[in-house]
T-cell receptor, first 113, second 112 residues
Framework: GESVGLHLPTLSVQEGDNSIINCAYSNSASDYFIWYKQESGKGPQFIIDIRSNMDKRQGQRVTVLLNKTVKHLSLQIAATQPGDSAVYFCAETLNTGGFKTIFGAGTRLFVKA | NAGVTQTPKFQVLKTGQSMTLQCAQDMNHNSMYWYRQDPGMGLRLIYYSASEGTTDKGEVPNGYNVSRLNKREFSLRLESAAPSQTSVYFC???????????FGSGTRLTVV
């Protein structure tokens, strides 16, 4: 069935290190992907997106990589900071006549000072 | 620019009580959504409104109703609350459903 999953439910990194959060998606028809950040007690916040005609997209300290061959999405955070501690989850969107978005369960990132 | 505003932020209901969660967006977005978020289960779509005047069921619509009052407002109603509806509820909006969502800050609902 359709699903968006994460390989690691929790990730702990040292401040200043790079973080990599992974996501697997199962629907090859998905053509738009987003990473969201959710801090405790807040709503999810858009971080970065990528469309299926791209393999890589960079933002400020964040990079999203898309591998359509193995249906894998990753979020790389450079020089991770304490403020990056949050739950990160990916979402995929596909056109099923209307647009359907499926959210993953999330990975909790802990940044150790 | 407030984005997506949800009220209330917290609510405790007794089983069988009813209530309406309010949501308003000021970004002139066409599409609006209601999700619930439970531990370990991610966001699950309850209802959505692709455009003003339309509403459709999502993944978990049972026990809920919605109203797209106008382009800005999309409310979620629990007619007879049950403990299984204890959750955090998020409202979201997007330009056309084909782009990123803007989420509200959530309503934490407890049904006892």
């Amino acid at each position: 069935g359709e699903s968006v999953g994460l390989h690691l439910p929790t990730l702990s990194v040292q401040e200043g290190d790079n973080s990599i959060i992974n996501c697997a998606y199962s629907n090859s028809a998905s053509d738009y992907f987003i990473w969201y950040k959710q801090e405790s007690g807040k709503g999810p916040q858009f971080i970065i997106d990528i469309r299926s005609n791209m393999d890589k997209r960079q933002g400020q300290r964040v990079t999203v990589l898309l591998n359509k061959t193995v249906k894998h999405l990753s979020l790389q955070i450079a020089a991770t900071q304490p403020g990056d501690s949050a739950v990160y989850f990916c979402a995929e969107t596909l056109n099923t006549g209307g647009f359907k978005t499926i959210f993953g369960a999330g990975t909790r990132l802990f940044v150790k000072a | 620019n407030a984005g997506v505003t949800q009220t209330p932020k917290f609510q405790v209901l007794k089983t069988g009580q009813s209530m309406t969660l309010q949501c308003a967006q000021d970004m002139n977005h066409n599409s609006m959504y209601w999700y619930r978020q439970d531990p370990g289960m991610g966001l699950r779509l309850i209802y959505y409104s692709a455009s003003e005047g339309t509403t459709d069921k999502g993944e978990v619509p049972n026990g809920y109703n919605v109203s797209r009052l106008n382009k800005r407002e999309f409310s979620l109603r629990l007619e007879s609350a049950a403990p299984s509806q204890t959750s955090v509820y998020f409202c979201a909006s997007s330009e056309a459903g084909r782009d990123g969502y803007t989420f509200g800050s959530g309503t934490r609902l407890t049904v006892v």
